[in-house]
């Protein structure tokens, strides 16, 4: 299993400010064809080191932390003017891409809430595209949410009550709930990456107030809707694949790797949700053999 650098060891580490009062911490490693990676939730781009370790010698690798996610007292609070709709997010990832001078075609790489992001900017610029990976994403019509990311989401003031209350008790006794609960959901995952999540996550009141206003928005009724053209119409256009945790807790029948519409569809066996960490050195020779 592959494991994260400690955080002071970082390489390419950069704060880029953007519009509308929005700042993201972006890792910017290696020098090549150039990969970018959106990250899920609860975590921040420190899920790719794993994955950007095995490429940075060939590619350079762009992992910016989503608006509102970080590490612990370094996060930047999402301002007001962002939304998470998604337009917002779209528009997030052309900006970023033209802060860092990067014009011409990227690979895109996906897990978890990174797809919702990624999907449809990828599929209004499929001519920037040189190949899209997914990575046990939720980025397809019909998903039901599992009970706690309805919670989350919930808009009346006494369902976002309850909402703000639980999301308190991840950080009860430095996280030792979630720490507990985490674990158990996740076995893939070594002690020193449970540690992390619990550190940047758990413990990270920006990022859990963040989540709160982006599940607001994700668990909307209909949210979802045309998201299996976007899906369709990037297919079309350029190499995809989809790279499939099995034993995902989350996401925890196997067949939603087909709602992903890949060219190429790839189950890994026990290796639960979270793939660009655990599988880290497969995604990175598939995306190395990338024609």
Known sequence: MSSAPPAHDTPGQRTVALSKDLTVRVLDQGTGPVVLLLHGNPDNADEWLPLTGFLRDNFRCIAPDLPGYGRRNATHELPDGFDYSLRA????????????????????????????MGVP???????????????????????????????FG??????????SRNMGLIGWSHGRLFRSQFSKQNPQLDSRQIERFVEDFALNDVAKRTTLRQFRQLTREGFFDGYDEMLKTISRAVPTLAMWGEGDPYLKDPRFAEQMFARETLHLPNVGHWVPIVAAAQLAEKIRRLP
Do not use: C, M
């Not at 014009?103 to 790489?109: A, F, Q, Y």
């Open 121 to 151: 900017w990828a599929a209004q610029n499929t001519s920037r595209l040189r190949a899209v990976l997914y990575t046990n994403t939720v980025a397809f019509p019909h998903f039901r949410w599992f009970g706690l990311a309805r919670l």
């Open 154 to 163: 919930s808009r009346s003031a006494w369902g976002r009550f309850w909402a």
């Open 89 to 116: 997010q779209t528009d997030f990832v052309s900006e970023l891409l033209t802060a860092l001078g990067i014009d011409g075609k990227i690979t895109l790489v996906v897990h978890d809430i990174g797809g919702i």
